[in-house]
C-alpha cells in the first residue's frame, strides 16, 4: 500500500460569515472548492470580542453535515426542534441536518479566546433528506493516545492505535484526528486506502507532512494512498489529521444548502419558506 504524498497546498483566505464573525475559510474558497466528500472548512480564532460576538444567529441547513470542534471558548447552540447545548473547550458537534433543521450558535462570553473549526461534510443522496440528529460529545469522551514517543492523539472519529472515536453512524466513514507533536517526533498514520484526507497545522510551528515541510496556517491535500508520515520539527506542532470516503456525486450548493441538483436546491428554498424545516 502507498504512502501518502501533498498533491496540493493552500493557505486559508479571511472572510466574515454568520452576522459578521471574523474567520479563515480553507476549504470552500476558491483556490480550493472541496475535498470530496468535505465541502468547507472554516478556523475561527480571536481574542478580540468585536470579532465573534454577533455570532450566527438562526439559519437553515439542507443535506450535508456540520461538525464543530472548540478548541476555546464557549458557544450555545440551539435549533427549531427543542434541542440546545453548550459547546465548551475540546468539546465537538456532529451534526447531521439532514431534510432541514434551523439552528443558531451563538457565544456565551463577552471577552478571551474564542477558537475552533467547522468542518462541512457532506450527505450521500439517498441520506439528504434523512431526519436530523446531533451527536453531541464531551471532551471526556475523546480518547486520547501516545502512539510514539512525544506523540498525542485525540481521536474524534475512527478508529486507531487501538481506540475508537465517540463520533459513529457517519455515511462517510471519517477518521478526524488532532496530534500534537513535540520536535522531533514521528508518527505513521494508517489510512483507509481509499478515502480522501487533509491536513492542516493549526498550532505551533511547521510540521512535516508525507516527506514535506507544511507551515503553520497551510493545508495540505493528500494524494490517495495508505498510510501518511507527520513529524515534528524544531518546535511543537499541532496537525488536524481529517480522512473521509468520496461520494463521487454531482453537487448543488447555494449557501446553507447542499443538494444534488439545481431542482433540489430550488425545492430546499421553497421548503424553507413553507416552514417545513
Do not use: C
Amino acid at each position: 500500500m502507498s504512502e501518502r504524498k501533498i498533491s496540493h497546498r493552500i493557505r486559508g483566505t479571511d472572510t466574515s460569515d454568520g452576522a459578521g464573525v471574523r474567520l479563515k475559510r480553507i476549504i470552500g474558497q476558491p483556490g480550493l472548492d472541496m475535498v470530496d466528500p468535505f465541502l468547507l472548512l472554516d478556523e475561527f480564532r480571536s481574542d478580540t470580542a468585536d470579532d465573534y460576538l454577533a455570532g450566527f444567529p438562526e439559519h437553515p441547513h439542507r443535506g450535508f453535515e456540520t461538525v464543530t470542534y472548540m478548541l476555546a471558548g464557549h458557544m450555545r447552540h440551539g435549533d427549531n426542534h427543542g434541542n440546545q447545548g453548550d459547546l465548551g473547550p475540546g468539546s465537538v458537534q456532529w451534526m447531521t441536518a439532514g431534510r432541514g433543521i434551523l439552528h443558531s450558535e451563538m457565544p456565551q462570553q463577552e471577552n478571551g479566546l474564542m477558537w475552533g473549526f467547522q468542518l462541512w461534510v457532506n450527505l450521500p443522496a439517498k441520506d439528504k433528506l434523512t431526519a436530523p440528529r446531533y451527536q453531541d460529545i464531551d471532551p471526556a469522551r475523546i480518547p486520547t493516545v501516545h502512539p510514539q514517543d512525544g506523540v498525542e492523539v485525540k481521536i474524534i472519529a475512527g478508529e486507531l492505535f487501538g481506540a475508537a472515536g465517540p463520533v459513529a453512524g457517519i455515511a462517510t466513514a471519517p477518521v478526524y484526528l488532532d496530534i500534537a507533536l513535540q520536535p522531533g517526533a514521528q508518527l505513521e498514520v494508517p489510512l483507509p486506502e481509499g478515502h480522501s484526507a487533509f491536513a492542516y497545522v493549526f498550532d505551533g510551528a511547521d510540521a512535516q507532512v508525507a516527506g514535506d515541510v507544511l507551515h503553520r496556517s497551510e493545508l495540505a491535500v493528500l494524494s490517495k494512498g495508505g498510510s501518511v508520515r507527520i513529524a515534528g520539527r524544531d518546535a511543537p506542532a499541532r496537525v488536524l489529521l481529517v480522512a473521509g470516503k468520496p461520494l463521487g456525486e454531482s453537487v448543488a450548493r447555494y449557501g446553507p444548502f447542499v443538494m444534488n441538483t439545481p431542482e433540489e436546491i430550488h425545492q430546499a428554498i421553497a421548503d424553507f419558506r413553507a416552514g417545513k424545516f
